[in-house]
């Protein structure tokens, strides 16, 4: 993700709050400000913090950087994987900044309404002012039992981001 104001990235991240024990999981395929932010985020309140990332090169790197860290993992993870449930983990937040073809992004949702808990949110970060890729995600996700979809057009120089909440008991 390219130049992202570390201001307005922490007015993003402060809608995580501050609960006990919340798990937040992030699809990335490269270090940047959402993850460097994200990781101290987590350290600082004792959170679970898992990275994953279909880059395995990007997966060492960040592992390696990352290995005296004990609430982040780094997991190398394929998006064609036939599930994504690992160790039985539900996430709180779902962070999605890597980019999903379009043929894949509805088996992504079916695959993360899995291992998020009820009433946990997707927040995917999409180009700035690109119409049809927010209309097809919108879509996608009330396909997929996520409601209360808004978008935040204002926060970002080059993103927008689509945030969702996972329907309580519905699909999956």
């Not at 919340?22 to 994200?38: G, K």
């Not at 309404?113 to 927040?123: D, E, Q, S, V």
Request: aromatic content about 12%.
């Amino acid at each position: 993700m390219k130049n992202i104001d570390k201001v307005q990235l922490k007015t993003l991240i402060d809608i995580i709050g501050s609960l006990p024990s919340l798990q937040i999981a992030h699809f990335t395929n490269e270090e940047d400000s959402l993850s460097d932010m994200l990781n101290e985020y987590c350290h600082e309140r004792g959170y679970l913090y898992q990275i994953n990332t279909s880059d395995r090169s990007f997966a060492e790197g960040v592992s390696e950087k990352l290995r005296d860290t004990e609430t982040t993992q780094v997991k190398f993870f394929p998006l064609e994987r036939n599930a994504y449930m690992i160790q039985g983990r539900q996430y709180d937040f779902l962070f999605v900044s890597i980019e999903i073809e379009d043929a894949l992004k509805g088996d992504f949702l079916k695959k993360v309404h899995k291992i998020m808990r009820n009433a946990g949110n997707i927040i995917i970060f999409i180009p700035k002012g690109d119409r049809k890729t927010r209309y097809s995600w919108t879509a996608l996700l009330e396909e997929h039992y996520f409601v209360a979809t808004s978008t935040i057009n204002d926060l970002f120089e080059n993103y927008d981001v689509v945030i969702s909440k996972k329907m309580h008991g519905w699909g999956g």
